[in-house]
């Protein structure tokens, strides 16, 4: 099943199904860094997959694969900057410092806990009601012929 992606509202239901992964593709912040910057980023394993812990209405905590640290992904007005592409989310950095920055996020599901695909919805039946009466043969309103009558 393709994971599509077009709103906030769809990444969070994509992170509350059971094996939601996140992967950082690329961070153009870490790539400006020195090597040796670089590879310590790598070592504490930024670059590995990343399984949904918890999640709130303002967060999502992720374990990061073979490391004992966890980290968090929060979202509020910002979000509006945030810009989906098929299976990716490319999530803008503002840290004042240098020329902007962003984080692009491959998602998936681990494996085995892909969700399985739907089966295609059946067609509607033909509905068994008469077709409906022409517009003669309804009955018109009938207004008295002094007014409403008595009000009281």
């Known amino acids: 099943m393709a994971l599509v992606l077009r709103s906030l509202s769809d ?3 994509f992170l509350a199904k059971p094996g939601a992964t996140i992967q950082i593709v690329r961070n153009t912040f870490i790539e400006r860094q020195p090597a040796s910057f670089q590879e310590a980023y790598r070592q504490k394993g930024m670059y590995e997959p990343r399984t949904v812990q918890a999640i709130s209405k303002k967060a999502a905590v992720f ?3 073979g490391h004992p640290s966890t980290v968090w992904l929060y979202w509020d007005k910002g979000t509006r ?3 989906y592409s098929g299976d990716t989310l490319a999530v803008p950095l503002n840290t004042g410092v240098g020329p902007p920055d ?3 996020y491959r998602c998936s599901f681990s494996p085995g806990s892909e969700p399985k695909a739907r089966a295609p919805a059946r067609p509607r039946a033909k509905s068994s009601d008469p077709a409906p009466a022409s517009p003669t043969d309804q009955p018109k309103p009938t207004m008295p012929e002094r007014g409403q009558g008595r009000l009281f």
């Open 11 to 13: 990444f969070k239901r």
């Open 63 to 65: 374990a990061i694969k």
């Open 81 to 83: 900057n945030w810009r």
């Open 102 to 104: 962003e984080i692009i």
